[in-house]
């Protein structure tokens, strides 16, 4: 785990707390913010859904029925946004006999705390596919390395947590040589360049990034190699596998999923793409495990619904019904993360699952547009930073990506 542990002997790291809560260890969350902020987000893991909440103004009210809401046997943890009110409390708490720590960092610290998956595939197939998840902020990555050479390409990894993929690598003995982004990401900063860039003293400045032809970049990086894909490309993992790219807009005009399969044939011959009995599906913002991308962060919302109704019908449907779907996002309010359990489920389930998937164009366009939520904070400045593909180095983003994911539309019309 990324992190390190504090010298503070009333402060506690947020990766030794998801440790804590790994291991199932009986620890007790409060969170002192105000309602207005536990609302918009919070700390959400495992068996930890909805944290304790008591602001921390009331604390200092010493009111002997509240105090009784907070077990005395067991480790309290508290948290704020950025560890100073949290810290306040925990002072507090324990000049009144209770064991308490408070999250170094608060929820800015948390968002920077990272779980790993492994994705079930077929024993025989040449590859493997692990999903690095971004806790608080529900961004999800992939490395999708080959069992043949361990070379291995990075989807959609996000900048603050771009160590996580590093960690992945080198806990498998994995070589990175090319990372992709499937769009142009509005709720996060894009770690590809600051990953590609890391990479780039291991592959003698080889390492390859790759970005959809069809969005808008304005790259000002000199530093790595920049190459921009088209539908139906392939990028080679290695001389047995490759990622199959396909356009899939609605989220983004330029969203580009990529489609990775095998089939284990009698007759000894490999297979196509098209003919394989185990795919994978990297979609990115365009379809998630119980919803679809928002189509509005780029003021077009009803040309964008329909287009994103179009791909789901004219290209995603038409894979095989086995076909797993792998997603950017989780949505932490319709589903809980679990320690190494993976997120995912296959385009037959989720044709079942998500009911509007089955609506006409205009019923899904109508809908889609009525039940938007809040646009992600600060989504335009994301925007204008992701266009430039820098590493951004020395750039702090605790308060820049503030907030759960807001990239799915709601479940239920409004």
Request: glycine share 6%; net charge negative.
């Amino acid at each position: 785990m990324n992190g390190e542990r504090t010298g503070n002997s009333q402060e506690i790291a947020p990766n030794e707390l998801k440790k804590k809560i790994d291991n199932h260890e009986d620890v007790f969350i409060l969170d002192v913010r105000t309602p207005q902020e536990y609302e918009s987000w919070k700390l959400s893991y495992d068996n930890h859904q909805n944290p304790k909440l008591i602001p921390v103004d009331r604390l200092f009210l010493n009111d002997s029925n509240l105090l009784k809401e907070i077990p005395k046997d067991k480790e309290i943890v508290t948290v704020c946004s950025h560890g100073n009110r949290s810290m306040i409390a925990a002072r507090l708490l324990n000049q009144l006999g209770y064991n308490v720590k408070s999250v170094k960092g608060g929820m800015a610290g948390w968002n920077k705390v990272y779980d790993v998956a492994e994705i079930g595939v077929p024993k025989e197939a040449p590859f493997r596919i692990c999903q690095v998840r971004r806790i608080s902020k529900g961004c999800m990555g992939y490395v999708v390395s080959s069992k043949e050479d361990d070379t291995a390409v990075v989807i959609d990894p996000s900048r603050e947590i771009y160590e996580a993929f590093l960690n992945v690598a080198k806990e498998n003995g994995l070589k990175i040589i090319k990372v992709i982004d499937t769009h142009q990401h509005a709720d996060h900063v894009s770690g590809v360049a600051k990953l590609a860039k890391s990479l780039s003293s291991e592959t003698n400045g080889k390492t390859l990034a790759y970005f959809s032809s069809l969005e808008e970049y304005n790259s000002q990086n000199t530093e790595i190699n920049i190459n921009y894909i088209k539908d139906g490309e392939q990028i080679e993992i290695s001389k047995e596998i490759s990622l199959r790219v396909i356009h899939t807009p609605g989220h983004t005009n330029g969203s580009m999923s990529f489609l990775i399969s095998y089939s284990d044939d009698t007759d000894g011959k490999k297979s196509t793409q098209a003919n394989a009995q185990y795919s994978y599906l990297f979609t990115g913002d365009t379809l998630f495990v119980d919803s679809v991308g928002r189509p509005d962060l780029r003021e077009e919302a009803k040309k964008y619904a329909g287009l994103l109704y179009e791909t789901y019908h004219q290209k995603i449907v038409q894979l095989p019904e086995n076909t797993v779907i792998l997603p950017a996002h989780f949505n932490g309010s319709s589903i809980t993360l679990k320690h190494a359990v993976p997120i995912a489920d296959t385009i037959g389930s989720l044709n079942k699952k998500i009911k509007f998937l089955s609506m006409t164009h205009d019923e899904f366009v109508h809908f889609i547009t009525d039940t938007l939520p809040s646009r992600p904070m600060n989504y335009k400045t994301i925007i204008d930073i992701n266009k430039k593909i820098l590493p951004f180095d020395d750039m702090q983003m605790p308060d820049l990506e503030a907030g759960p994911n807001s990239c799915a539309v709601s479940l239920e019309p409004r």
